[in-house]
């Protein structure tokens, strides 16, 4: 896909230019390295591609917070890193550490 990501861009019908981190990183040989410059310049060049389409930039998969921020301040629109079941699970987990501290 990001060797062609250019291509997909121009596809009608095509809203969003999305890279899976951690599927990324295994077809890359790199299972786990979300902070190797590698998977950075996938996710610039996808970004770059998309807004030169006009179409929006995604990335998901990678849970860095600091990472996250950096990829929506280069214009990521379309963040998908964690499955809602683990955001629920994560939200009810706190409120219960919180309730428990009172």
Known sequence: G??????????AGVDVLHVG???MLMAMGKPGEFGCPE???????????ANKAGKTAG???DRDLTRQ???????????TTQADVALLLSAA???VAELRTE
């Open 69 to 79: 921020r950096r990829y929506i301040t280069q214009g990521v629109r379309f963040v």
């Open 2 to 11: 990001l060797a062609n990501a250019r291509e997909i861009a121009g596809v």
């Open 39 to 49: 998977i950075a310049a996938a996710v610039r060049s996808v970004i770059d591609y």
């Open 59 to 61: 990335f998901g998969g």
């Open 21 to 23: 981190c951690g599927d």
């Open 93 to 95: 987990s706190a409120r």
